[in-house]
């Protein structure tokens, strides 16, 4: 009951940060909230009261539980106080407009909570729902006291879960990373936190997991159709667009479906999970780290906290977009001219649509001084704050504000917004990683992925990644081309094809004659049906929400370069707004021609993601499991203290190690990959760990154990098998006292004293 009252503390604080708010966005948000009212005020205001307030109150109480660290229970005294502060808040935004309060709370007696979603709104909000609950809640559950993970997770899970027990079970403030204690905090934990104070508050580890993993994913998707539609002012668009989001676009499936000689043995394969040499398989693509799953819909659920991230970062776009749009339509009338021949006489070149262009956006004073102060701050705020939800995300975002200022005018506005961002983050950098961490450098790596820094290599890289969707793209581009020069657009339409027939990848005689047929066809139909027109500006959104493409081909910023995957995932699910912009101005037609282009298209554009589907489906009917009885998870969390630190085998994924991590306590080192790309130096650690297990003189072992301030050492079989180190078990017998033995499963404790 308590969790569920915290959920609804935040979503009441975050509905009242946005109607204390919302006089002094109100101008910014017209372009979306007056013109052709298509996407319904509630349908917005209710994802986005739950992502703000949800950000907001969970800062304040994990700031609370610090500040009450030595009561013994912080999460207690954190939790009274952000209740306070909820009701507090609430009364101050009632007494600032009683009036205006007076009234909805009479009207509420009167009428009841009056909600009004449109058709498709209710289909956006159900089938985003149903579908994401059945995949969010089949990937991790419990049954009689045992936690079960699915296969697409579990991997995962083994960096999360112990930090949401840090919270839950441990006292982890100021929190720190359980894989490798250290007194920072280098790892983007505020997702896993909430989590794991929602645990504390009476939900299952589970239920603490999953229902705000649902809510963030509804609440996104929620979000994304609404700036589609806003953009597009098409309902379709909108549709298409969350489509777009759940199916990835990819030549994979045309790799993997061209191996096999008949349909029987692909559906066969398909449906069990296997290559086409009947061997098991994960995701499906030939990209380097693909049958990770990297680009599926697994990433939503082993990846918790980035759908929370993605949905506030649409928040920010509705707050910035606004400029652009504004930019775009003032300079509508001298794009329009664009074709009309420049005056010979140079005094007269300023009457040049690009020429005044540049003008207005460089050279002005609106060019550079802010429109309003207010909802940049709230821009940089919101993305400041979610420096420690999801950073990746953070950065990725301040790429496409970047382009959006070179092509806006109030440019000071995203310098501000920038600024915000940068101050808050560093300031949670320093209270959480302090300095030298390595978790944030930057080097040029061009190629992301690819075999190498060549645009043959990159091109082809992303070819096979992304299939079609870059010529769905280049379509919007054939569609400016048509409406002025038809002859221009018809050989454009080969040009801008040819690629396709040369970097496509190995797709076989049949999908790579078909696909090529359809890009071509649909090309030279968008020429001859000139009438096919997306937005006018659609082609402006194009650099904009290519940004994280870009950063992620050319910058390393974390160890592991496979972070760099979010950065694209974020840029598809932008730049799939105007694909769907131009496919519903194809829909719309209603020609026979342009039906089949359709659904042509769409099938070639899903047709991979419906695979990862069924894969997804398919990993989680096995699951790894965890006793929350296990002998040793019970001794560890009511025996030991939450700040005590256990030396054990660093895969800590299964064993003794998973059940004192999921007990609420500390690992000396962990799992490499975790401690590693979070930034941390393991290799001090993983050598002491090896000198201790293997060590030969009492003396020794007991000054290293204690200048590593170890209070428990754990030796399991995982230790007696290892080829990192020969265990010499009996010296420490001899050195320290057992305080725990399972004899069943020969796990031994010893105690540094």
Known sequence: MLAFLYIAASFLFGAGIISGLTPYIKNRLKSFTEENKIVGASFLFFPAAYLIGTLVLSWSAYFSAVAFRSSGNPLLYANILSFLITVLFLILIYILNPVKWKRKLYELKKYGLRVRFSDIEWTVILTSAAFWSFFIFRSLYM???????????????GAHLPVVRSFSLGQNFPAQYPHFPDGTMRYHFMFYFMAGNLEYLGFSLPWALNLPSVLSLVSFVMLLYGLSVSLTKKPVAGLLTCLLFTFRSSFAFSTYSSAFSNIREFFHAVGNNLDANRNAREHIGNTLYENWGLWAQKVYVNQRHLAFAFGLMILVLFLVLPLLLDTVSHMQKSIKNIREPVPKKAGKLENSALIRYLTQVFFTKDAWMPESFIPCILAGILLGLLAFWNGAVVIATISVLFIMAALSK??????????????????QSALFTESGTGAVTMRFKPGFLAESGNILDISSFYMELLGLLPFMLLGTIITLLARYKKPIG??????LVLPLIFLMPQVGIFWGILITAICLGFYLYLVHQAKIQPQSFSIWLLPVFLAPVILATTLQLTPDITVNHKYIIMAVILLNIPVSDLLTALFKTRKKTALIFFVSIIFLLVSTGLIDMITLYNLDKNSVSYN???????????????EDIFLTHNLTHYGAPMSILLA??????????FTITAGYDVYPRNKNLADIYGAKDSEFLRERAVSEGIRY??????????RDYELNEDILYETFPVVFHDNERNIVIFSVE
């Open 143 to 157: 049954q009689n006291n045992i936690l079960y993970a699915g296969y697409s997770a579990f991997s995962d899970f």
């Open 410 to 427: 109030h440019k000071l506005e995203y310098l501000i917004t920038a600024g915000v961002t940068f101050v808050l983050s560093t300031i």
């Open 490 to 495: 018809y050989a454009v339409s080969f040009i």
């Open 628 to 642: 929350q009885r296990e002998p040793v998870q019970i001794w560890a969390q009511n025996e030991t203290n939450p």
């Open 664 to 673: 609420g306590r500390s690992v000396y080192s962990g799992y490499a990959y």
């Open 713 to 722: 050492i754990v030796v399991e079989e995982q230790n007696r098998t290892t």
